[in-house]
Nanobody, 113 residues
Framework: QVQLVESGGGLVQPGGSLRLSCAVS????????MGWYRQAPGKERELVAS???????NYADSVKGRFTISRDNTKNTGYLQMNSLKPEDTAVYYC???????WGQGTQVTVSS
């Protein structure tokens, strides 16, 4: 079956960096667009960044210039590099194969001093 497994979350100080990974199995990853979402306590889940199967990208205004989405189709893995992190970036981060029911389980990112 299709599985998405996120990793790389944790606690980081403001201004720090984290790199999230999303390992995909059970399907042909390269044919899918992929998105990273986040959900903070008491807030709706929001789309943070998207990468299309040919490599073009989109970002939410709140993360433009700080976050970079990428993918390695040879490793069936997507990535989200997060720099200059702010306390308001604190959330559970999820990856998803765009347009499908397939989501990862989420990884917690906490930005705090």
């Amino acid at each position: 079956q299709v599985q998405l497994v996120e990793s790389g979350g944790g606690l980081v100080q403001p201004g720090g960096s984290l790199r999230l990974s999303c390992a995909v199995s059970g399907t042909i990853f390269r044919i899918y667009d992929m998105g990273w979402y986040r959900q903070a306590p008491g807030k709706e889940r929001e789309l943070v960044a998207s990468i299309f199967n040919r490599g073009s990208t989109n970002y939410a205004d709140s993360v433009k210039g700080r976050f970079t989405i990428s993918r390695d189709n040879t490793k069936n893995t997507g990535y989200l590099q997060m720099n200059s992190l702010k306390p308001e970036d604190t959330a559970v981060y999820y990856c998803r194969l765009s347009g499908t029911i397939y989501w990862g389980q989420g990884t917690q990112v906490t930005v705090s001093s």
